[in-house]
């Protein structure tokens, strides 16, 4: 059983950063393709980044794109999102996935992700 932690939400004002972490437990995490998902108010939940950490391959959604930078370290167990130049519509709950098989490809689709953390809340002042 994957069991996922994250931590790093906060408030901060439009322009600035913040760093989310996820820790993971359990078996195969390595293997399986990981994203960061969120859900901002009133709104149904996002894909905002993916990535391999087998081949080290990413994903992003376009909202995020050139801002958001996800990564990873397989031997520690841990994923990151760095959020730079955040908008206040960039406010929601952040959610990290792992993929529901090991070894299975990275998907935007929340389908394929079997195992959530329970969020951590990023707030953007205007």
């Known amino acids: 059983q994957v069991q996922l932690v994250e931590s790093g939400g906060g408030l901060v004002p439009a322009g600035g950063s913040l760093t989310l972490s996820c820790a993971a437990s359990?078996?195969?995490?390595?293997?399986?393709?990981m994203a960061w998902f969120r859900q901002a108010p009133g709104k149904e939940r996002e894909f905002a980044a993916g990535i391999s950490l087998r081949g080290g391959s990413t994903l992003y959604a376009d909202a995020v794109k050139g801002r958001f930078t996800i990564s990873g370290d397989g031997n520690e167990n841990k994923v990151y999102l760095q959020m730079n130049s955040l908008k206040p519509e960039d406010t929601a709950v952040y959610f990290c996935?792992?993929?529901?098989?090991?070894?299975?490809?990275?998907?935007?689709?929340?389908?394929?992700?079997?195992?959530w953390g329970q969020g951590t809340q990023v707030t953007v002042s205007a």
């Open positions: 359990g078996p195969s995490f390595s293997t399986r393709p």
């Open positions: 996935a792992a993929g529901r098989l090991p070894f299975s490809p990275m998907t935007t689709g929340e389908s394929a992700y079997g195992y």
